[in-house]
């Protein structure tokens, strides 16, 4: 693969789960569509990192450390939002966490996510 065809594997697969997560929350899944939210984040920040190291990037979901070694430069308040984000991470896949989690997912705030997610979505995209 070229390195133009990895880009593009990481954008294409992202902006997938972001629709993923869009259908989701039609569906009131909430908790579903918030982890499918961080996939779509951490798959655009996976890319970024391919970008700028040329080599592909650690199987981690930490999106903090992932935007670090992809020299994003962000804001705190954007390094913030990523360390909550990855919280979802884990929270939606232990079923004895996922309680927790799933209350936490309510529809306000999945939708407040949901849009932000979308704005961090479009800026890290523009990364590109």
Known sequence: MTKKDVISYWIDTATEDLATADGLFQLKKYHHCLFF?????????KGLVYKKTKSHPLPLHNLAKLAEQADLGLSPRFKKDLEEITTWNIQARYDTIKRHFYKKAT????????????????WLKNQY
Do not use: D, N, Y
Request: overall charge positive; aromatic content about 12%.
């Open 107 to 122: 529809p306000v705030f999945t939708k407040a996510w949901l849009k932000k997610i979308k704005e961090m979505f479009v």
């Open 37 to 45: 939210c961080h996939l779509a984040l951490e798959k655009l920040l």
